[in-house]
C-alpha cells in the first residue's frame, strides 16, 4: 500500500501500527473553581501547579495519550507532577475536570468518564485493573489472599467455589506466591508478597488495561526487583495495555517503551524512552536524567 | 541504472541544548548527506567527538535530529522518513527493520543471553519457537557458550556481553544493521569470528553503517568510508586510502 501523495522522491509506505486500546484527550482535574485565567495563571512556565490568582490546583491539564494492546506507556515526574492524578481519573478514584478517556472494548468503544457509577465499577472488575503502591488500597488486609482473589471473580459472576479456589491457586502459583499462604491474611505478609497478591489480583478477570503506580515504591531493592521481574513478563505474556506511573527511571527504563513527562500539572514532554534518557530536551526532563544518572 | 537504496540520510542536523549551562547549543554534526544500498558497507571515519555516534544514534532516532529526512526502505520500493514517523511507528520499523549494535550492551537487568537474543528475534516478527532456535544459531556463531546462556547478561565479562549484543542486532538479518564499535572487547579469535559474521550479512544484502576504532577492521568490511570532521562530512574515501589518524582509534 502507497499513499497518494509521493514525499519526496521516495513511494511512502504505510505501518501497520498497533491500535489504541484507551485513548485520553484533554484529560483535567483542578481543585477549586476555574476559568482560563486560573488555568493560564499555573504551570510549568509559572513554576506551580497552584494558581495566585484563586488559590485553585490545576493537578493535572490537558494531559492526552494513547495506549495499544501489549504496550507499556510511562508517566514520570517528581511528587505534585500530577502523574498520580491522571491515574487515578483513569482508575475511576477522581473525577476529572474535563476530558475523554475512551476504553476500547470487546462490545465496542466505551467512554469512560460517561458511565454511570455502577458500569464504571463493572468496567473495574473485568476490564481495567489498578495495582496501587500501597498495598492497602488494592487489598482487604483481614481477608485471605485467596479471599481477596475471589472477590472480582464472585463480582464478574463466578459461582463455583473449586473453580474460583482453582483461579485464585493458578493466580497466586503465576505470581510466586507460595500456595501454601492462599488461606492466611494478607496483613500476615510482606510488602513484596502483599504487592504480588495485589498483581495476582489485579490480574484475575484477564484486563486488558493495568494501571500500575509507583509499584515497587517503598519495597527493599531485592525485592523490587523480583516484582519488577514479574510485572515485565506478564506484560510480555498478556497483551495488556499499561500505564506505569514512576519517579523511578529504572523502572520506567524497564518496563515502557514510550514515556510522557509531567510537571506542575502539564505533560511539558513526549518521547520513545531511550529518547528521553538521551536525547532528553525540556529543562525539567535533562534535570531528572541527570540526577537518576548521577 | 542506479541501485534504489536501502538509507537515504538527507540534510540531517543535530544539536543539543543543554539547560543547566545556560541553554548552551552543542552542534553534533550538520547538513549529513549519503546514501547506501542494500549489501553495501559504508564506514564512518574521523576523530572522536567528529558527530559518528550521534549520526548512528540519529538514524536509529535514539536521539531526535532537529532537521532533515532519513528515508528508509522497509518493502521493495516503499520507504518512510523516520524523522517524520510517530514513536510508536519508529517503536515498530527499529524492532522490525534495524538492529544496532553499540559497543556497550544495554544489558536489561536480569535477563540471560538466550532471553536477549530471542526478544530481539520476536520483534522482528518470529514465533516464539522460531525466536529461540534463531538466538540458540546467533549464540554459537559468536562464540557463546551454552553454559552462559542463562546467566544474567549484566555479570558477563565485557568481550562477551559485546558479543551477546552483536547476536542480538543480527539475530535476524535487518535490513539496516548499525555498529557502533562492536568488537572493542573482543579477543582475536572472537574478533575474527564477528568480522567474519558481519561481511557474511553484507553479503547477504544486510545495508551496514558502522564506526570501528580500528583500521584493520575498515579495511576489511567497508566499502566505502565517510569522513567526519567536528560534525561535517568532510570526504569520501575509499577503504585502502585511510590512514590511522582518521578512525578512533586516535584518543
Sequence with gaps: MTNDVEYGRYPVARLAVPEWMLKVERLGRVYGPYDDTVIASTGPEIGSSKSAVNGAVVAAWDVSFEVAAGEALGLVGESGSGKTTVLRCLAGDVAPSCGEARLRTTEGDVSMFDLDSSARRRLRIDTLAVVYQDPAEGLKMNISAGGNIAEPLTAAGWRNFGKIRDRASELLTRTEVPINRMDDLVRSFSGGMKQRVQIAKALANSPSVVLFDEPTTGLDASVAAGVLDLIRSLLEEHRIAAIVVSHDFSVIEMLTSRCLVMQHGRVVENALTDQLLEDPHHPYTQRLVAAARA | ?251
Design chain 2, 1 to 251: 541504472m542506479r541501485r534504489e537504496p536501502v538509507l537515504d540520510v538527507r540534510r540531517l542536523n543535530k544539536s543539543f541544548v543543554l539547560h543547566a549551562v545556560s541553554d548552551r547549543t552543542v552542534v553534533a554534526f550538520a547538513d549529513i548527506n549519503f546514501t547506501l544500498s542494500a549489501g553495501e558497507h559504508v564506514a564512518l571515519a574521523g576523530m572522536s567527538g567528529a558527530g559518528k555516534s550521534s549520526l548512528l544514534k540519529s538514524i536509529y532516532r535514539t536521539y531526535r535530529p532537529d532537521s532533515g529526512e532519513v528515508w528508509l526502505q522497509i518493502h521493495a520500493g516503499e520507504y518512510v522518513d523516520m524523522c517524520s514517523l510517530t514513536d510508536a511507528e519508529v517503536a515498530a520499523i527499529r524492532g522490525h527493520e534495524i538492529g544496532y549494535v553499540s559497543q556497550f550492551l544495554r544489558s536489561e537487568p536480569r535477563r540471560g543471553a538466550l532471553e536477549i537474543v530471542a526478544r530481539s528475534a520476536r520483534q522482528r516478527g518470529m514465533t516464539d519457537h522460531d525466536a529461540r532456535e534463531a538466538a540458540a544459531a546467533a549464540l554459537h556463531r559468536v562464540g557463546i557458550e551454552e553454559r552462559l546462556w542463562d546467566v544474567y547478561a549484566s555479570v558477563l565479562s565485557g568481550g562477551e556481553k559485546q558479543r551477546v549484543n552483536l547476536a542480538a542486532g543480527t539475530v535476524h538479518p535487518p535490513r539496516l544493521l548499525l555498529l557502533d564499535e562492536p568488537l572493542s572487547a573482543l579477543d582475536p579469535e572472537n574478533r575474527e569470528r564477528a568480522l567474519t559474521l558481519i561481511a557474511s550479512l553484507t553479503h547477504r544484502g544486510v545495508a551496514v553503517v558502522s564506526i570501528f576504532h580500528d583500521l584493520e577492521a575498515i579495511q576489511r568490511l567497508a566499502s566505502r568510508v565517510l569522513v567526519l570532521e567536528k560534525g561535517r562530512l568532510v570526504a569520501e574515501r575509499s577503504p585502502d586510502e585511510l590512514d590511522e589518524r582518521l578512525t578512533s582509534a586516535a584518543r
